[in-house]
Each structure stands twice: as structure tokens, then as C-alpha cells.
């Protein structure tokens, strides 16, 4: 079955960078984007960007365009998220999510999430 | 940006009964490009709904989809106890080319 499975939960200063992978299994990953998803305490969720899984391509949100990276390795089918200059208002629970890549966008699974937290 | 509000914040009912949620769009999106999901507590969002009407699998036809413009609705026909739960709507268009509505929270009267 499809699964996306995220690395464990993360504590950084201020100023610090945070790498969170995103291993897949189940289907071809080169077939599909990977999205990521963010939640800060109470807060709707927030796109932050994609990259399709076959060619590489990324796209960010404007919000996070100077500070997010995400890249893929396809020999291990994962994807990775690293966001720099982090600060407190980036503590949230990070998710990837599948991208079916059917001509619309939504995600039809998820990874279980990557509490971030940012503090002193 | 599209902005994507969603009524009611909460809605209070019981196992059995019907739910109608609503989400708003700031302006017009094509009904291809929206999408629902549930979150319960503690877990990743689940999609429920793409393209306005079309069911994810694994997903009961309790749950049914429809609008187009600006707005959209999601209903479930019968309550079950798994569905309490935070419902979002999800679009794909403008820059930023992917917005969700702040959720709706389904709760047990």
C-alpha cells in the first residue's frame, strides 16, 4: 500500500535550518509530486511548495520561496523539505503529501506529520 | 490569492444526522480544482472529495460533493462517530497556487 513516512520530530534554535525526509513506498515515485504541507498550533494548513517526483521541478509558495528547498533522491524514493533562517512562528507539525499529478492538485495520501519546534 | 472561507466554524449534531458544510471562494475556481479532506485529532488530513464531486477511494457514499463558482458544499448523508472531526476545503489556481479554508469543526451535540 501506499505509504509516505516521515522522519522524527525536530527542536532548533532560532536562525537554525531543519531537513525532514519523506520516504515513499508503494507506488512508482517518480510518477507522482510531492507537496509540502505545514500546521501551526490552531492554524488552517499552509502550502509551502512541491517538486515533481520525474523531472525535479520545483514550485514555492512566494511565502516560502527564499528560505524553503526541497529536492528529491529517486534511488530512494524520498523527498526532502530544508527551511533556513527558522524562527518561532515556524513551529508547526510538517507534512508530504502525494500529488497524483492528474492535471488538478490535491493529495491523496499524506506522511504522518514532523512536529517542528522552534525555540531558545 | 484565493481566499476560501468555511461555514459553519462548528457544527454541532448527532450520529444519523445530516451535515451540510459549506467553503466560499474569494473568486471564481474551476470545479476541477477543489477539494476536501477530514483531520481528526493527532492525524495527517485525509482526502475525502477531488474535483468537487468525485469520492477518493475508500471513501463512503455517505459523502457527496457539489458547487461550482465560488461555492461548494460538502454532505454526509448519516453521521457516524468517525466523522466528528475538522473538515478543510483545499483549491488549486492562482498564486499561491494552493490555498485551504480555515476548517470547519464537526462536533457531537
Known amino acids: 500500500q501506499v505509504q509516505l513516512v516521515q522522519s522524527g520530530a525536530e527542536v532548533k534554535k532560532p536562525g537554525a535550518s531543519v531537513k525532514v525526509s519523506c520516504k515513499t513506498s508503494g507506488y512508482t515515485f517518480s510518477n507522482f509530486a510531492v507537496h509540502w504541507v505545514r500546521q501551526a498550533p490552531g492554524q488552517r494548513l499552509e502550502w509551502m511548495g512541491w517538486i515533481n517526483a520525474g523531472n525535479g521541478i520545483t514550485k514555492y509558495s512566494q511565502r516560502f520561496q527564499d528560505r524553503v528547498t526541497i529536492t528529491r533522491d529517486t534511488s530512494a524514493s524520498t523527498a526532502y523539505m530544508e527551511m533556513s533562517s527558522l524562527r518561532s512562528e515556524d513551529t508547526a507539525v510538517y507534512y508530504c503529501?502525494?500529488?497524483?499529478?492528474?492535471?488538478?492538485?490535491?493529495?491523496?495520501?499524506w506522511g504522518q506529520g514532523t512536529l517542528v519546534t522552534v525555540s531558545s | 490569492e484565493i481566499v476560501l472561507t468555511q461555514s459553519p466554524g462548528t457544527l454541532s449534531l448527532s450520529p444519523g444526522e445530516r451535515a451540510t458544510l459549506s467553503c466560499r471562494a474569494s473568486?471564481?475556481?474551476?470545479?476541477?480544482?477543489l477539494a476536501w479532506y477530514r483531520q481528526k485529532p493527532g492525524q495527517a488530513p485525509r482526502l475525502l472529495i477531488y474535483g468537487t464531486s468525485g469520492r477518493a477511494t475508500g471513501i463512503p457514499d455517505r459523502f457527496s460533493g457539489i458547487g461550482s463558482g465560488t461555492d461548494f458544499t460538502l454532505t454526509i448523508s448519516r453521521l457516524e462517530p468517525e466523522d466528528f472531526a475538522v473538515y478543510y476545503c483545499q483549491q488549486y489556481g492562482s498564486s499561491p497556487p494552493i490555498t485551504f479554508g480555515q476548517g470547519t469543526r464537526l462536533e457531537i451535540k
Open positions: 473568486q471564481s475556481i474551476s470545479s476541477s480544482d
Open positions: 503529501a502525494r500529488d497524483p499529478l492528474g492535471g488538478s492538485v490535491y493529495f491523496d495520501s
